[in-house]
């Protein structure tokens, strides 16, 4: 079966809906704040890793010293 595809303009002109809601014609302008995430933010998800990454090297050190206690035996 084929598809067609239709905008909402060709939709209204064909009886397919009722109304448009968005017809504005909005134009995207660029903003220097939009999409910036604040120093602070950045500063406590970077010092988060840190701490998680260490937490992980000292469990890493635990599972080898398990691991050569074991290959010893």
């Known amino acids: 079966a084929k598809e067609t595809w239709l905008d909402a303009k060709t939709a209204k002109n064909m009886g397919f809906i009722d109304e448009i809601m968005f017809d504005e014609d909005n134009k995207i302008v660029a903003s220097f704040n939009s999409g ?34 074991q290959l010893n035996l």
Request: aromatic share 2%.
């Open 36 to 69: 910036v995430i604040p120093p602070q933010i950045i500063n406590k998800l970077r010092n988060e890793f840190k701490e998680e990454k260490q937490i992980n090297e000292k469990e890493l050190e635990i599972a080898k010293a398990k691991l050569n206690l």
